[in-house]
């Protein structure tokens, strides 16, 4: 047979569309055309598939005109994942192994020289998007992609160590090899089972914080209600230090949560085994350009904030991030996803994230600290602190000030409240949060706002008054609203009370933005 159909799948945004590779030889001239609107790195498919094949023992057709077409042909495709198909093409096209049998499995790996098969980015999304098909489709994967891609439940995924392990498995029937290993059986061709969920926390303790101990209830309701936090004070107050073990407040990831974070740090090649169910914690540097914070690129790539879908955003000397990058943050932060949109196409990512923000009171750090004295003018600080515009700390929950300790209670000052402890309240008040209006309560919007926030006259007329007094946007009324709404869940209140309101309007005071 001079024509052969093999199924795999490109990659676009977290969509994984199928890709008919469609290999036919004929007489003629002999080359090897490959066509589809392919990259460069696929285009470099013809020289590994021909030394592959060649170094496995398997017959290339040198004397025919071969021609590879990727279909649809208006679909961009990229990487090298499209070697194994091709190769399985010109073997099935020149009969070397029975293309009958391909159907019904679809393929997908970069061939090394020698013909072993190395791992390929975005495995685990190929495998969600095989997940919402009816009928049942197997994926042949190289060893690690497999891995990765058995992660879904019920998924058919089989791991293959080289070609010879896939092109074992169809053989033309009646082949002497037929239904035995071309090589010796190291398990190269296995099927995969699932990988079962077993959240854990790696993160530090937060128990290693002395101090803070307002800092520390300001970390214990974002992480309740879903919300971004902004830490600002003085170097060495223990900014970072919160930050980067507020992931492990957090409540434990749900199989779909696991997945979908999993999902995007495959497409970015970030993803590894030993961080499956735990959530991601990102912390880009803060020379970090707008397309690497929120993504782009040709084709479209995910940013940091979608790397931290279900985790934790930590950017650190929040000032000093260039602006056009800060502003990028509006739109992810009030909708929790993000749509690339360039010429060519167009891709969508997630990006519910929690951001945790740091930065300085002003250029030098100290002011309002009774360590050193504070060098900076008053229009000096004013500068600093305008680079965060008004609409972005609008839609920062809490902000909170963490004064620098004096070294006498830091060296006296007991252990603090462990993680697992304050986890175990987050949890609780995560769940009542869930069963009254199924979802954390910074995503409440519009109407829900009213149907659940449950807010007391008396705390209704509390917040009016406060807010118009402090001229507060109609979003930072909200919000503040919803950080109430946290509060209460955390006393265990059915209803918001003034105590709560109270309590979320001090959140909201540091800067000018409040």
Not at 93 to 109: H, K, N, Y
Request: charged residues 20%; neutral net charge.
């Amino acid at each position: 047979m001079s024509l052969a159909l093999v199924q795999s799948r490109a990659l676009l945004g977290l969509q994984a569309p199928p890709v008919t590779v469609e290999v036919h030889l004929a007489n003629g001239l002999p080359s090897f055309t490959l066509v589809g609107l392919a990259d460069v790195e696929v285009k470099e498919a013809r020289e590994r598939v021909r030394s592959a094949l060649q170094n496995a023992g398997l017959e290339f057709p040198h004397n025919k005109r071969i021609t590879v077409n990727l279909a649809p042909a208006d679909l961009p495709k990229d990487s090298g994942r499209f070697d194994l198909p091709i190769a399985l093409g010109i073997l099935a096209a020149s009969g070397q192994i029975d293309a009958a049998r391909l159907t019904g499995f679809e393929f997908a790996g970069e061939l090394s020289l020698s013909g072993e098969l190395r791992p390929v980015r975005g495995a685990l999304a190929t495998s969600l998007a095989l997940r919402a098909l009816p009928q049942g489709v197997r994926l042949v994967l190289p060893p690690g992609s497999a891995e990765e891609a058995a992660l879904v439940p019920d998924a058919q995924v089989w791991r293959a160590r080289h070609l010879l392990d896939v092109v074992q498995q169809f053989l033309p029937p009646g082949t002497a090899a037929d239904g035995q290993a071309p090589v010796a059986d190291d398990g190269g061709w296995a099927r995969m089972q699932a990988t079962p969920l077993q959240p854990g926390n790696v993160h530090a303790d937060l128990a290693d914080v002395k101090g803070q101990a307002a800092a520390k209830r300001a970390l214990e309701i974002a992480a309740a209600g879903g919300h971004s936090l902004l830490l600002m004070g003085p170097p060495g107050s223990g900014k970072s230090m919160l930050a980067q073990r507020f992931a492990g407040v957090l409540p434990d990831m749900t199989v779909d949560e696991a997945l979908e974070s999993a999902a995007v740090a495959s497409l970015a090649g970030r993803f590894a085994l030993e961080r499956w169910a735990v959530r991601p914690t990102c912390s880009p540097h803060h020379t970090a350009s707008a397309v690497a914070l929120v993504g782009g690129g040709s084709p479209p790539r995910p940013g940091e904030i979608s790397l931290a879908h279900h985790g934790v955003l930590f950017l650190d000397e929040l000032p000093e991030f260039p602006r056009a990058a800060l502003e990028a943050l509006r739109e992810p932060l009030e909708t929790g996803h993000i749509t690339i949109a360039r010429a060519a196409q167009r891709a969508e990512f997630p990006a519910r994230f929690q951001m945790i923000a740091a930065m300085n009171p002003c250029p030098c750090g100290y002011r309002g600290a009774p360590q050193r004295a504070c060098r900076c003018t008053p229009d000096q600080v004013a500068r600093y602190q305008a680079k965060l515009s008004g609409p972005l700390l609008d839609r920062i929950d809490l902000h909170v000030e963490v004064p620098a300790l004096a070294p006498q209670e830091l060296l006296s000052a007991p252990a603090g409240e462990s993680t697992a402890a304050i986890r175990a309240r987050v949890a609780q008040a995560r769940q009542r949060a869930t069963e009254r209006q199924g979802q954390p309560n910074q995503a409440l919007q519009g109407q829900a706002i009213d149907a659940h926030v449950l807010l007391e006259p008396a705390a209704a007329q509390f917040l009016q008054t406060a807010a118009a007094r402090l001229g507060w946007s109609a979003r930072a009324t909200h919000r503040a609203l919803k950080v109430a709404r946290t509060i209460a869940d955390l006393a265990g209140a059915q209803h918001t009370q003034v105590a709560h309101v109270a309590e979320a309007m001090q959140y909201r005071r540091s800067l000018h933005g409040g």
